[in-house]
């Protein structure tokens, strides 16, 4: 059963943390997205953000603390929170010996979407991307920023409340970046929430809020603009820095 929460949260973390033995990788971190707000969340390498993400799509168990997502509780609801919302990383998000057509169908049934509204729903997507002529090509075959931009449009093929998205811009040259995130406002405009990774502390700017992680705890957590005022900083990159160089642990 769903959990109770105002409306438009979709996501609410309190208290969660994850152990490795006597170490702690994220320390009773507490916070909470809404319905449609593209929400960044930074750390350096080591910082713990993506212990915390594992934990919050269901790929991981917390040590203590509690959270959901989609409605969903972390702890005891993983598995309908794998199938309620999309995910998106830079590592995998496609497969390469697959056709255009086939990830779209392939991903389709996993994630739900009924089987007559597969095909209709392809075509559709196909024409909006303008891949029509690359549908049957293999998807080892296309640019980097066509890949990123098929991926991010399967990830969320069957609209969900909120998608995932783990540095899902690394390697792409910056105008497909600026394209990519013109479907991540698209998406959000739809009342998809967006819950990014990125190492590109420009597109920290495009988030309505960026939470920054140090040491497996949330040092900062609001508005660009705020974050920009509160450190007394010209750019978010500065923000960042001048948290990181908190940090007394190792890098991955």
Known sequence: MKQSLPTDIVLSAENLTKKFGSFTAVDSISFEVRKGEIFGFLGANGAGKTTAMRMLTGLSNASSGKGTVAGYDINTQSEQIKKTIGYMSQKFALYDDLK????????????????????????????????????????????????????????????????????????VDPAARRTFWEMIYQAADRGITVFVTTHYMDEAEYCNRVSIMVDGKIEALDTPGNLKKQFNAQSMDEVFHQLARKSTRKAD
């Open 100 to 171: 255009v057509w086939e990830n779209i169908r392939l991903f389709a049934g996993i994630y739900g979407v009924p089987a007559k509204e597969i095909a209709p729903r392809t075509d559709r997507l196909l024409r909006q991307l303008d891949f029509e002529k690359e549908r049957n090509t293999l998807v080892k075959s296309l640019p980097l920023g066509w890949k990123q931009k098929l991926a991010f449009s399967v990830a969320i093929f069957h609209e969900p409340s909120i998608v995932f998205l783990d540095e899902p811009t690394g390697g």
